[in-house]
């Protein structure tokens, strides 16, 4: 049996690599999702091998306690057996070659001579045991032994563990079931005591014994193979059985996880498109549509809260003539920069920079006009500092920057499009003026 737990524990084994090995693709994209079903999986491992351990070891006591049951039916039988000869004060038998006269009967009647001649010998209980023992042996495989710590008939002299059992009862125990393994085949040996009765008397007065003693014991050996092959055959079925089991419940799991892996890649796949829809491709900011997303979100919260809120138009100087001169590929590149310069100024989470269109871009700060200012002189100065060529500018021999600033503090009198009207406004005094430079308006004035 030890052979099949070992070959389940490697079958269990198995499946769940198996299932490991399916679940890698999608661990490093749901991990969140790969924790609990590998917990789960274990778990179910865990508990349908706890299941399986639990039944096998109920099968080994339930064959132990069918063993003990035919023990006891057999003893019962001979026990009443025994008092049946003994009322009688035995019986009679013919004698002959297997039925002789036992030296160990010491009565005055033990032999007599019928009427018509015939030979007969009395057979007490014992001697009735043992010619039934003979006779079960034969046909069944059954075989009964009775004895003593102090027997009359040699023969009946206990082997060891019958002397054990014996001492055994005389300290209570009421009787014992053990499986006893052998490559010839293996046996159940039943014992239980046997108690002196009134009828008894006559023969085991003279040893000493009183109505009610422990004279001594019968041992019965039951054949074990029909029970041990009953009791293999029930647990290969209970391992087959959790098998299937461990495999349907992994499986389950496996689908459910799989179901729901689809599902969350789904979901992360709609949310990345979802994000891109505002993204700007190139630069990897915000577009316009995004823009004007966060824009009216930080707008509403500016409101609420009763913060200022500020806007920065940013144009770069001179761009088309930068493209006609040195490509447009050159011209992605220099969009790129102008972009990182402009996001690495922004740490703020309502700090929000987006490209407004071709070679303008946008920058949300959640700050009064002083502040938005100080950003923007830092970005005049960041993107001087990059130095990126541009020969046909008129302004300077690198790419350049305009800015135009506004602000307010958002309530039922202003709107977003006047934010966004005043900056671009002041932007383009910003470029009117000679550009590389900022210019902001706040509350209807021109600082």
């Excluded at 769940?16 to 399916?22: E, G, M």
């Excluded at 057999?74 to 004698?95: E, K, M, Q, S």
């Excluded at 800015?403 to 009198?413: E, K, T, Y």
Aim: aromatic share 8%; with cysteine.
């Amino acid at each position: 049996m030890g052979v099949c737990i070992i070959i389940y524990a490697l079958l269990s084994l198995s499946v769940l690599l198996y299932l490991v090995k399916k679940l890698l693709p999608f661990i490093n994209k749901t991990a969140f999702l790969s924790l609990p079903i590998i917990l789960g999986g274990s778990l179910w491992s865990i508990v349908i091998f706890g299941s399986l351990f639990i039944n096998l070891s109920i099968i080994d006591q339930n064959v132990l306690v069918l063993a003990n049951e035919r023990g006891q039916s057999f003893f019962r039988l001979i026990d009443i057996t025994r008092l049946w000869n003994a009322n009688h004060g035995g019986l009679y038998a013919p004698i002959s070659l297997k039925n002789q006269p036992t030296p160990y009967l010491e009565v005055p009647d033990r032999d007599v001579i019928t009427n018509n001649g015939a030979q007969l010998t009395k057979i007490n209980p014992a001697y009735m045991t043992r010619q039934i023992s003979e006779l079960a042996m034969q046909h069944n495989g059954v075989q009964f032994h009775i004895t003593s710590l102090k027997p009359i008939r040699p023969e009946n002299k206990p082997d060891d563990w019958e002397r054990q059992n014996l001492i055994a009862f005389e300290q209570g125990t009421e009787e014992r079931i053990e499986l006893i393994k052998d490559p010839n085949g293996s046996i159940y040996r039943y014992m239980a005591p046997l108690f002196v009765k009134q009828a008894c008397m006559k023969c085991h007065s003279k040893q000493g014994y009183k109505v009610g003693d422990i004279r001594g014991g019968i041992s019965i050996n039951i054949p074990a193979t029909s029970l041990l092959a009953s009791k293999t055959l029930q647990k290969k079925n209970f391992i087959f059985f959790h098998i299937l089991l461990l495999i349907a419940g992994l499986s389950a799991m496996l689908i459910v996880y799989k179901l729901l892996a689809k599902k969350e890649h789904a979901l992360q796949l709609s949310n990345v498109k979802a994000q891109l829809a505002y993204i700007d491709v190139l630069t990897n900011v915000y577009n316009r549509r995004g823009f004007n997303k966060r824009l009216l979100e930080e707008w509403h919260r500016a409101q609420r809260d009763l913060h200022p809120i500020s806007l920065l138009m940013i144009d770069i100087d001179f761009f088309k003539l930068y493209n006609d001169t040195y490509g447009h590929q050159q011209g992605d590149k220099a969009l790129k920069k102008v972009a990182k310069i402009i996001s690495s100024s922004f740490h703020r989470p309502g700090d929000i920079v987006a490209r407004y269109g071709g070679e303008e871009f946008c920058a949300i700060l959640t700050t009064n006009l002083e502040g938005a200012k100080i950003i923007a002189k830092q970005l005049l100065r960041q993107v001087r500092d990059e130095h990126i060529i541009h020969e046909k500018s008129p302004i300077a021999d690198h790419l350049t920057i305009s800015i135009g600033v506004s602000c307010m503090l958002p309530d039922n009198n202003n709107s977003i499009k006047e934010l966004i009207q005043h900056a671009d406004k002041a932007l383009y005094l910003a470029k009117g003026s000679g550009r590389n430079q900022l210019v902001s308006w706040s509350d209807d004035r021109l600082n």
